[in-house]
């Protein structure tokens, strides 16, 4: 009889660890899955306010060329679209990534900063009328293009596990 009092106590103690064990390992991965979660919707809402930028910038440059927009209005609101890419470019810096997916920002950054880079030279066209500031536009353009599709490679590899 007490060796049979003796083996439940150790079967309840293996369940009560077992369970502990489990407990510990769903708190574990709940928390590891909101923070990725979090880490997620901040990067994309990066990528929100960088397309949304773009489109307006465009739209001005657009309303410039149909002459509802002065050169010098132009330039007036390139200024806050400098300043606002900028401010994009510094929250991937405030991301907290988990490991995998560090890479996959960095080219985001990447993308972003070219893109900005882009824009900058494409203000110095309008500027100046220089069409080599419109080249190189175009190819930091196309720069920005390709970071932007290695940083959705490396982002859906890390999501898929593969990273």
Same mark, same amino acid.
């Given at each position: 009889?007490?060796?049979?009092? +003796?083996? #439940? ?23 590891? &899955?909101?923070?990725?979660? +979090? ?5 994309? /809402? ?11 910038? %465009?739209?001005?440059?657009? /309303? ?7 050169? /010098? ?7 806050? %679209?400098?300043?606002?890419? /900028? ?9 907290? @990534? @988990?490991?995998?997916?560090? @890479? ?28 080599? %500031? #419109?080249? &190189? ?18 982002? #859906? ?5 593969? &990273?």
């Amino acid at each position: 009889m007490k060796k049979s009092k +003796k083996q #439940n106590i150790i079967i309840a103690s293996i369940a009560i660890i077992i369970i502990g064990a489990i407990a510990g390992y769903n708190y574990s991965y709940d928390q590891t &899955r909101q923070k990725g979660l +979090k880490f997620g919707n901040e990067l994309l /809402q990066i990528q929100e306010d960088v397309k949304q930028f773009q489109i307006e910038f %465009h739209s001005k440059i657009t /309303q410039f060329e149909e002459g509802d927009l002065t050169q /010098q209005e132009l330039l007036e609101y390139s200024k806050t %679209h400098i300043e606002k890419m /900028q401010s994009a470019i510094l929250k991937y810096d405030d991301l907290i @990534p @988990p490991k995998q997916f560090a @890479p996959s920002v960095e080219l985001f950054k990447l993308s972003t900063q070219a893109q900005l880079d882009s824009d900058e030279e494409l203000i110095e066209w309008i500027k100046t009328g220089d069409g080599s %500031h #419109n080249i &190189r536009s175009d190819s930091l353009l196309q720069e920005s293009f390709e970071y932007e599709m290695m940083a959705l490679g490396e982002f #859906n590899a890390a999501k898929t596990g593969l &990273r």
